[in-house]
C-alpha cells in the first residue's frame, strides 16, 4: 500500500510531465515507478524519497547537487553509475524536483534513441 509522501511524489511527478507522453506506474524497487516509453525514470519510495535514472555520463556532476547521493539496492549494495537517490527535504521545492525529472527523461530520451 503507498504512503502519503509515496502518492504525493508520485501526483507532482506525473504533473510535470508532457501530457501526450506514454506514462505508466508500476511497483518496483520497493517503490512505486514511473515509466516512460517503457523506461524507468523515477522510482518514488514509502518515505518520499526519489530514485532517478540520469545519463551515467553526468553521474559524478549530479551526485554533487545537494540532497543527492549513490543509489543502494539493500545497505551497502551500491548501484552503478546514472542511479541516485534524492532526499526529500531536498524535493521541497518544485523547481528541483523538476530538475530531476528533466535530467531523467534525458536519459530516457537517450535510451530511447539507442544511446543509453
Known amino acids: 500500500m503507498a504512503t502519503a509522501p509515496q502518492e504525493e511524489l ?11 507522453l506514454p506514462v ?3 511497483a ?10 517503457e523506461k524507468m525514470i523515477v522510482s518514488a519510495s514509502r518515505s518520499g524519497e ?3 535514472r540520469v545519463p551515467a555520463s553526468r553521474h559524478d556532476e549530479l551526485l ?8 543502494e539496492m539493500g545497505a551497502g549494495r551500491t548501484m552503478g553509475p546514472g542511479w541516485l537517490t534524492i532526499s526529500t ?11 530531476w525529472i528533466a ?4 536519459h ?9
Open 103 to 106: 535530467a531523467a527523461m534525458s
Open 89 to 99: 527535504e531536498s524535493l521541497a521545492a518544485e523547481e528541483e524536483l523538476a530538475y
Open 10 to 20: 508520485i501526483l507532482r511527478v506525473g504533473s510535470l510531465l508532457a501530457p501526450d
Open 50 to 52: 526519489l530514485l532517478v
Open 108 to 116: 530516457n530520451e537517450s535510451a530511447a534513441e539507442g544511446r543509453g
Open 28 to 37: 518496483m524497487f520497493g517503490g512505486r515507478v514511473v515509466m516512460v516509453n
Open 64 to 71: 554533487a547537487r545537494p540532497g543527492a547521493r549513490q543509489a
Open 24 to 26: 505508466r506506474e508500476v
